[in-house]
């Protein structure tokens, strides 16, 4: 190789900075608002709960976002809008928090609109990365956007735990949306071509381009195998992390500082993943390194239900289990997504992202919940074994397919599949695409 397929894309650089910083800020969020509900708000466990719903719930509409996304020609203009909707909402938070108005009426909302527009930017974000860096570059740039997703959840934490500790929870999301003002400054500066779309009738209403997303989905085989993988292990792994935290402190008695070291720990495998998934998809195969991501990500849950011994060796099992898996989803994810970009024709990259986000994300506070019934009917060590099983089997979707058997990006090209021909008029009856 000569070098790397990104040296000398400045948009892509300019793009990576604005994530890099937007991913840090979400870290302090993350934190900071189940603080603000717990400790300002004094929330009960289902208020917080609920508070992790509103911020999960706006995925169901992504299949009918993305078809709406797919209708537009700009999307470096939705990117910038997703943006200054999240800095607008967080930042009502601290600005109630100055005069002692905060309610968590206001949280919830300002959980949902973050949410949404959060969807928002994934749905404008497929047809614009496809054009931000060559085929050639699809693996190199997601590998450098995950791992600095993987740094943020490395380091992000701590940076966000000081900052509440001195600034308090509500000042400390101000953060989070000087983040997102600084990602919208350097993405408009982001130039791309508009994607090509064929000649010929306009797509029709969003609700019908909504359901030719998922149609083509579950026709193409390459998407329809990643969906029922991705969906399965999403479902599994949220049975099982809706419960690690509470097996961790309950089950094995660490503390809080050890399960938030293992737990940094586990963020380097993320980091390991993200950086080495290319060197070895060029060496096995980009369909092979799916294969193993996707055991590597749900299998480590079962090894938390061999853990015993003194603490340095309960903390050391949570740890490892940690370290693999996030080992696990970079090799699966990266690929992945790279494979992805390559198959889906230009005309229908929001509608399909919309199309697959609604179902994959949509199963995980299902899972959530699956994971709380199961650790009280069966205790939390069967529970989590029940995920990590249940989420090893993923695999299957795959085996059959033919993503095994893709080496490179090179013989992939975007091409259509039979769908049904989308209605003109306004379709009044509910998506088919709702779960």
Do not use: K
Request: aromatic share 6%; with cysteine; net charge positive.
């Amino acid at each position: 190789m000569t070098g790397s397929p990104l040296r000398g894309n400045g948009r892509f650089r300019r793009f990576w900075a604005g994530q890099a910083v937007s991913q840090f800020g979400d870290r302090i969020s993350e934190l900071a608002l189940p603080l603000i509900a717990v400790g300002t708000l004094e929330a009960s466990t289902a208020q917080v709960a609920g508070l992790t719903a509103a911020l999960w719930a706006p995925n169901l509409l992504a299949v009918l976002l993305g078809a709406w996304v797919d209708g537009r020609t700009d999307q470096r203009r939705l990117l910038v809008l997703a943006d200054l909707v999240r800095a607008a909402a967080l930042a009502t938070l601290p600005a109630a928090a100055l005069f002692d108005a905060l309610t968590l009426g206001q949280l919830y909302a300002v959980a949902v609109v973050t949410g949404t527009a959060g969807v928002l930017f994934g749905n404008a974000y497929a047809p614009f990365f496809a054009h931000l860096v060559p085929r050639s570059a699809y693996l190199a740039a997601n590998s450098r956007l995950s791992s600095t997703r993987s740094a943020s959840q490395l380091a992000g934490p701590a940076l966000g735990g000081a900052l509440v500790q001195v600034l308090t929870a509500p000042v400390a999301v101000l953060a989070d949306a000087l983040s997102f003002l600084a990602s919208a400054l350097l993405v408009g500066g982001v130039r791309t071509d508009p994607p090509t779309r064929p000649a010929g009738p306009p797509d029709g209403a969003v609700r019908a381009r909504a359901r030719q997303g998922l149609a083509f989905v579950l026709r193409h085989p390459y998407l329809r195998a990643s969906l029922g993988c991705c969906t399965t292990v999403n479902f599994f792994t949220f049975v099982g992390y809706s419960l690690t935290v509470l097996f961790a402190g309950r089950e094995l008695g660490l503390s809080a500082g050890r399960i938030g070291l293992a737990f940094a720990v586990g963020a380097t495998g993320s980091l390991l993943g993200a950086v080495g998934a290319p060197a070895l998809s060029r060496r096995i195969g980009i369909g092979r390194t799916v294969v193993l991501g996707a055991v590597l990500f749900p299998a480590p849950l079962a090894l938390l239900v061999l853990a015993d011994g003194p603490p340095w060796a309960r903390t050391g099992v949570l740890a490892g289990a940690e370290f693999l898996s996030g080992l696990g989803v970079m090799l699966f994810d990266v690929p992945l997504n790279a494979l992805q970009a390559a198959v889906v024709p230009d005309h229908l990259r929001s509608r399909v992202f919309g199309a697959f986000a609604t179902v994959n994300y949509g199963v995980r506070p299902l899972g959530a919940l699956l994971g709380a019934l199961l650790g009280t009917t069966l205790g939390l060590r069967p529970a989590l074994l029940t995920a990590a099983v249940g989420g090893t089997l993923a695999v299957l979707w795959l085996l059959p397919s033919p993503v095994p058997r893709v080496r490179t990006l090179d013989a992939l090209t975007p091409v259509d599949v039979p769908v049904p021909a989308p209605r003109t008029e306004i379709d009044s009856r509910p998506s088919a695409t709702a779960p």
